[in-house]
C-alpha cells in the first residue's frame, strides 16, 4: 500500500463537516465522548459513528476511563498527511514555509 492509498481514510474523514469540528474541538485536548456528543444537535450514535471514523483514519486516538471513552486528536497523523499532499501538488509551499522558518530562526 502506498502513502496516498493510506492517506485517502484520511481526506475521506475530513470530508464531513461534523468530523472537522470534532478534530478543531480536540485542539484543546482530551474530551470524553460525552462531552464531544454535547457539543452537536445529532444523536449521540451518530457522533459515535463519526468517531469511528475519525479513529479508523488514525486521526484521533481512544482511551477508556472507567466507563468513560476519552478521545484525543493525533496532530501529526493530520500533519504529515496533508503535508504530504501539500508537497505533492504544491511543492512550492514546501519552499515558502522552509523561507519563513529561516526568516523566524534569524530574525
Known sequence: MTAADDDSGVFRALADPTRRQILEDLRGG???AGQIAARFT???PSVSRHLGVLKGAGLVTE???GNRILYTL???RL???VGRFLSAVC???IVLRRTR???TETG
Open 30 to 32: 482530551e474530551l470524553a
Open 42 to 44: 445529532i444523536s449521540a
Open 63 to 65: 482511551r477508556r476511563d
Open 74 to 76: 493525533v496532530e501529526e
Open 79 to 81: 500533519a504529515v498527511c
Open 91 to 93: 511543492p512550492e509551499q
Open 101 to 103: 522558518w529561516r526568516e
